[in-house]
């Protein structure tokens, strides 16, 4: 148990749906992580929250919205997305967005049909 | 753009014999990590190297960190089947404090 937990664990979903990841921390962490791993590609970060506010979107695409409504919890907002947005959904925490260890929850595998 | 590459993509040893897998940044990184993945799992954190030069050992494990601070290497002796898994680096680009870029990731096989 990392101490930051996803729900739900797998999802499958059609291109017209509309659905939330959810990613909670037990750590006291001040800073949160959506990255997307893809079969055969590295670890895309998406977006970061530090203390709630986004400091970072890595060109993702607008079906993907993330909210962050404090620093405990963050949600990635799923609409209209694509077969190739099939994915493993990573949520990270760390303390503070420097150079300190990120803890990873279990993630949530999503299949887009 | 800022790259991390990571070589080899696979590898498959036999269980016993020592692995390496390195990591090379395409700029100056402010300090480098490295994550373990097993099948169907999560990264788990290893380690952090942040000086040039900066050799760290955990057990069987062996990390080294460039003293151009451009590249990294995980060395691990006498492979065990617990090994397995998809080893990642993971660099902060010195231009940015806020940008973590992952390599790709090594993934050992430990034959037994």
């Known amino acids: 148990e990392t101490g930051v937990t996803q729900t739900p664990r797998h999802l499958v979903m059609g291109m017209t749906n509309k659905k939330s990841l959810k990613c909670e921390q037990h750590?006291?962490?001040?800073?949160m992580y959506w990255y997307k791993q893809s079969a055969k590609k590295p670890l895309e970060l998406m977006f970061v929250?530090?203390?709630?506010?986004?400091?970072e979107n890595n060109s993702v695409p607008s079906r993907f919205s993330p909210e962050c409504p404090n620093s405990s919890h963050l949600f990635l907002h799923l609409h209209t997305l694509q077969p190739e947005d099939s994915a493993l959904y990573l949520c990270?925490?760390?303390?503070?967005?420097?150079?300190?260890?990120?803890?990873f929850g279990q993630g949530t595998r999503l299949t887009v049909v | 753009g800022q790259q991390v590459m990571q070589i080899p993509q696979y590898q498959h040893v036999q269980e016993g014999e020592d692995f390496t897998t390195y990591c090379n940044s395409s700029?100056?990184?402010?300090?480098i990590q490295w994550y373990k993945q097993r099948p169907g799992g999560h990264p788990v954190f290893l380690i952090q190297?942040?000086?040039?030069?900066e050799v760290k050992k955990q057990k069987r494990l062996t990390f080294q960190f460039g003293e151009a601070k451009k590249n990294s290497s995980l060395h691990i002796t006498a492979t065990q089947t617990t090994d397995v898994g998809t080893y990642f680096c993971?660099?902060?680009?010195?231009?940015?404090?806020?940008?973590?870029?992952f390599g790709p990731g090594t993934s050992l096989s430990v034959i037994p």
């Open positions: 700029t100056t990184l402010s300090n």
């Open positions: 993971a660099g902060r680009m010195k231009t940015s404090y806020d940008k973590v870029i």
């Open positions: 750590l006291g962490h001040n800073a």
């Open positions: 990270a925490s760390s303390q503070g967005r420097g150079p300190l260890e990120a803890f």
């Open positions: 929250y530090s203390l709630e506010e986004r400091v």
């Open positions: 190297l942040v000086k040039s030069g």
